[in-house]
């Protein structure tokens, strides 16, 4: 049964700390998204990829994070330096473009981040 | 800004039909009708989409207005295991993002 998985699955860190978050998609799928969900503002769509190149990256701040997809089988979601307001759940999910957009998005189970 | 009206919550009885309606009365053409679901503590899971036509799947059955401004999903025999937040999303073809608003919080009643 083909699954995203993230790492690390709870991150809790301290303001100013460099956070690392990753997320390796289902084998064969060429969409990664990055998402993140607070009670506030629910799920929002931060960043995503198409055979590793980003498409769209208008919902991350930029000062403060990055996303990259060094190989097809590992997408990186970086923040530094952290600050409390951060402190959300973060979803990776990945797709297969189906002609014109992808179709069906598969989550990862997330990683929960509480910065101090 | 999601394009969709949900009820916050709402109950059903194990066992029975969950009816969960959405009203979407500004779709366009070729905008597609998507549900996902979030169990707790889980990311969102695709349930179904449709177009104009009912659909179903092993999941749920998708009824859509002849209109297209509203549409139902069904779980036609509820578990405890399908309480979650669904979410009901319109979404145009060629397009990748998903614009997720509050959905319903549904609650299966033993």
């Known amino acids: 049964d083909a699954r995203v998985t993230q790492t690390p699955r709870h991150k809790v860190t301290e303001m100013g700390q460099e956070v690392t978050m990753r997320c390796q998609p289902i084998?064969?799928?060429?969409?990664v998204f990055w998402y993140r969900q607070t009670m506030m503002q629910g799920l929002e769509l931060l960043a995503y990829?198409?055979?590793?190149?980003?498409?769209?990256d208008s919902g991350m701040p930029k000062d403060r994070f990055s996303a990259e997809m060094p190989d097809a089988t590992l997408a990186t979601l970086k923040i530094q330096p952290s600050e409390p307001r951060d402190s959300a759940v973060y979803f990776c999910?990945?797709?297969?473009?189906?002609?014109?957009?992808?179709?069906?998005?598969?989550f990862g189970p997330g990683t929960r981040l509480t910065v101090l | 800004d999601a394009k969709t009206t949900q009820p916050p919550s709402m109950d059903c009885a194990e066992g029975r039909a969950a009816n969960l309606p959405c009203n979407h009365s500004?779709?366009?053409?070729?905008?597609?009708v998507y549900w996902y679901r979030q169990i707790h503590s889980q990311g969102p899971q695709y349930i179904i989409h449709?177009?104009?036509n009912n659909e179903t799947n092993e999941m749920a059955s998708l009824i859509i207005t002849e209109d297209r401004k509203s549409s139902t999903l069904i779980l036609p025999h509820a578990t405890l295991r399908d309480t979650a937040v669904y979410y009901c999303?319109?979404?145009?073809?060629?397009?990748?993002?998903?614009?997720f608003g509050k959905g319903t919080r549904l609650h299966i009643l033993p």
């Open positions: 990829f198409r055979n590793r190149a980003p498409l769209d």
């Open positions: 500004t779709i366009s053409g070729n905008e597609y």
């Open positions: 999910a990945s797709g297969i473009e189906d002609s014109a957009s992808t179709d069906t998005q598969y």
């Open positions: 449709g177009l104009k």
């Open positions: 999303i319109v979404r145009p073809h060629g397009d990748d993002k998903i614009i």
């Open positions: 084998l064969g799928h060429n969409t």
